[in-house]
Every structure is written in structure tokens, then in C-alpha cells.
DNA sequence: AATTAAACCACATCAACATGTGGTTGTGCT
DNA sequence: AGCACAACCACATGTTGATGTGGTTTAATT
């Protein structure tokens, strides 16, 4: 995703960003914090090479620091950085955790978002890039790169159309009605048809669809069968 | 979502995007237009004031233009933007629809991804940013607005459980009964009660939920709010 | 003992739903 | 021209759902 970068001013007199990352590649660790660090809105407070380093050093309400964000990387020797985030929200509940990786697949990124991670960013994206997506999602934004983004949005696209798909078009506009909730009455209103017609379409799409009730057609319709 | 402007030679070379915007707001409509048609490689090939005219537009195939993407709004006067989807995909298959609207609830937001649209932008967003995000998403990427991908990164985080669940573990076996698609006497039998009594946990239920149809539960149930 | 809550049940009314049968109109195809 | 299909519509019947009112029993709590 490619928006303009916002202008500096708009981050100062902001609080400094407590930032935590966790990476085991020394380089991408390296890059990242001697890149970030450069940044007076960014103040560092943890880094780790491994989920256990960096849980070890948050065990502690004594020594634990105050955190906003987190860069995190999924792959990691010992626990990955999604079962991490389990753990990591017992102690920072609020913390935004933004994972950086090279994965890309839906899996990894779907079990990231479920586990509680709030933007996704491909290790592929540019040092500056990765700094304004820290300062979007710190102002309640998030940031998923245009891959990523993509594959979400294919993840709800429905899928291609089958040979004989089941239904036609005002079919699924009834249906989409049955879903949400509207009574036989208020899909007619709103479709300007008669509840006749609408009960005719009903008929038309129980049938195609081989069930009953309306329960049965919202569920396969939010469960992505229609 | 905030990313470094691409360079402009790297989109150099490439064919032009052919571009729609269907959009009522005549100063949005003009701005946009103006802007776009500024850049060498956008060609806007049509554009709509409301969704009936756009498919007017394109209902003939000998004079229907070729479009790679298109700019669409959701509120628009008759059949609205995420209605029209249906209709535009029979005639584009493979088009690309980037939705460029005020709306930023969920359900706006899931019902334009559900019916195919790869991108959604926040009105509020600078006319560079929504045409970077036209280049990036005809690259094969995609673009949410910060605010947009933050709900979309929330609508997959996990709940927070609240004080005092809402629920019976009784209540919540018949509200499983509803989820899958069974009659009331269904789950009586099922669960060796009177149909009377499903009556009376299901008041229960809806009163708990403050919903009045099988509907809202079965989508509460399946969208992870029970 | 008294109170509260959950689970169970009955009866009632009205609206909505599921389904059947029958029809017209417009569009696209052969 | 004839056919098929989608969309539209009407009328009918029986069932289901939503909701109201009223009740009993059991277990847990005060």
C-alpha cells in the first residue's frame, strides 16, 4: 500500500513511541534499530533475538518497560513470534503488535491478525516505510503491505465463479437481505418488489441451495458458501 | 497506511491503467477526474454519476470500454455501489474495484470486500495517496485506508471477554441448535425438552443479546460474539 | 426460612415463514 | 417462430417463530 509520507511536524510534540522489536537475524536486528533509533520519536526499550529472551525480560512488573508497539517477527528459534503473542498480552494488553516477516501466505497471516497482531508488514518493504507504518498504527491506524492487503481482501472476495453457479444475481441480493436480518416484508420494501416475488425468489433459492430455513441459508452464506 | 511514493519511471513502460469512477458528488467526481487524467499513465474511459448509469454504460459489448479498475463510491442515488458489484463482475470478471467512500463502519466495510471489491478508501484520503493506491493495486497490491485496516485488523483480533458472560451453558446448547439450522421442536427433541421450553430459553437468549430473530443469533454465533 | 436464579412447562395471539399452484413479461438463444 | 429462463406477481394453506402471561421445581445463597 502507497500513501504520501506525513509530514514530520505532525509527530512532534507527540510522546516518544516505546518500541520493542524481536528478531533473531542479526543484520534485519541491526538495521532496524540503528535505522529506528535515528528517529526522536522512537525510543527503543527492548530488543530481543527470541520469543523467550523477550518474554524472560517482561516477566518482572519491576524491570518491565513501558511498551506501546512491538515489531515482531514470526519465525523464531523456539516459540514463534504468533504463539508469543499470547503470552505478550497478559502483560501489555493495549500493546500494538505489528509483525514483520518474509511469509506471506494466508495461514500466517490470518493466525497473526487472530492472534491479536494489528498490521503486517513484508520484510521486502523499505526501512522508512516500516518507520511511517509504526507512526499509522501508533496514531490508531494500521499498515498491511499492498501483498498483504491484497490477500486479505481475496480472503473475503468470493470465490470465482463456478460452471452454473448456483445462484443469480438478485438471488444473492434477497439472500444478502436474509442475512441481514430483514424480514420478507423489509427485503421487498427495500428491493422494491412484492413480498410475493420475494417469497418466489426464496423458494427459487432453497431449492438451489438444498436447504429449508432461512438459519440454514445465513449460515452457509457467512460461512462463505454462497 | 502510510508508504514512500513509488517512482514514477517504474511506471513507465507499463500500459495505461484504463480507469472508471462512478461517483454522485459532482465536485468529488470533477477533482478526481481532473487529478487522474493529469498522470500519462491513467486513461479514464468512463464515468458515472450513479450505478444505473454506469451499467447502462456497459451493457453493450460492441461499445463497452476495457477497464482495468475503477473508483466507485457506496452511497449513490438507486442501486449503491456495493449492489452494483454483482452486475459489474458479470461484465469484468477480473476488473479490480477500488471503493472510495465517507463510510467506515465494519459491515460497509466486509459487505464491499464480500462482494468483490479489493480495496476500500477513505474519502478523507489526498487525491495522490488514492492515485498511488490506484498504481499499487493495478500492480497486483492492495490499499486500505490506516482507519480501514485497523478495523479490518480488529474484526480478527481476538474479544476481549467481557465481565459476566451473556449466556447459560443451557442457553448457549440452544443457541447451537439455531446456528445449525434446526426448528425449535428440532431442538427439543434434540435435547430431550419441550418445544415450550426452547420458546423460553430462546426469549431468554434474544432479551440477553438484545436481538428479535434467529438471524441476529445465528450471525452473533458465526462472527464470534458468543 | 426466605430469596433468587435457572430450568422447565403451558396456553395464547399474531406475524412471519415455507411451500404449493398458477400466471405474465422481457430477454436471449436456436 | 418457438423455446427456455429469470424476474415478477397473486392466492392459498399449514407450520414456525416471536412474544406475552402465568406457573412449578430445584439448587444455591443469604
Redesign the interface.
Known sequence: ??????PFFQLCGMEKINLAIVEDDPLIRESLENFLTEHPSVKIRLIAKSMEEFLAAITDAASRPALDLMLMDIELPGMSGIQGIYHIKQKYPELDIVMLTTFEEEEKI?NS???????YISKR??L??IR??I???H?????????I??K???H???KE?KEGELLS?RQ??IV?G????LSYKMIADKLDISIDTVRDHIKRIYRALE?N????V??KS??GEI
Chains 1, 2 share one sequence.
Open positions: 500500500m502507497v500513501v504520501l509520507p506525513l490470518f491478525l487472530c492472534a491479536g497482531a494489528c498490521s518493504t523499505p522508512a516505510t511511517e507504518a507512526f499509522t498504527v496514531r490508531g491506524g494500521s499498515y498491511m503491505s499492498p501483498s492487503a491484497r486479505i481482501a481475496q473475503f472476495m468470493p465463479r444475481a444473492k441480493e444478502q436474509i442475512v441481514d436480518g436447504v430455513s432461512k438459519a440454514e445465513i449460515r457467512l460461512e
